[in-house]
């Protein structure tokens, strides 16, 4: 006789070991990317007078948003 509160863990558990889309992969690329030290590894070209490094920071940011949207809207359930 098994648990009521079992049945409910195991249902959740498989649901989220389908998702095996390709689309997934693309998650990485906001992680990777700024772990590229040589992209921002210089002081000029410079934008509204502040250093590569820190508008190139703020990228990055956009480059995660845009990606986790993206990947968001490709691997949502249509309904």
């Known amino acids: 006789m098994s648990e009521p509160g079992t049945e409910a863990a195991?249902?959740?558990s498989t649901s989220r070991a389908k998702d095996h889309s390709p689309w997934n992969w693309l998650l990485f690329v906001p992680i990777v990317v700024p772990l590229v030290t040589p992209l921002f590894n210089?002081?000029?070209?410079?934008?509204?007078?502040?250093?590569?490094?820190?508008?190139?920071?703020?990228?990055?940011?956009?480059?995660?948003?845009?990606?986790t949207t993206l990947v968001y809207q490709m691997t949502k359930k249509r309904r």
């Open 10 to 12: 195991s249902t959740a």
């Open 42 to 67: 210089a002081d000029s070209p410079r934008l509204f007078n502040f250093p590569l490094f820190y508008w190139l920071q703020l990228a990055f940011i956009a480059l995660g948003v845009g990606t």
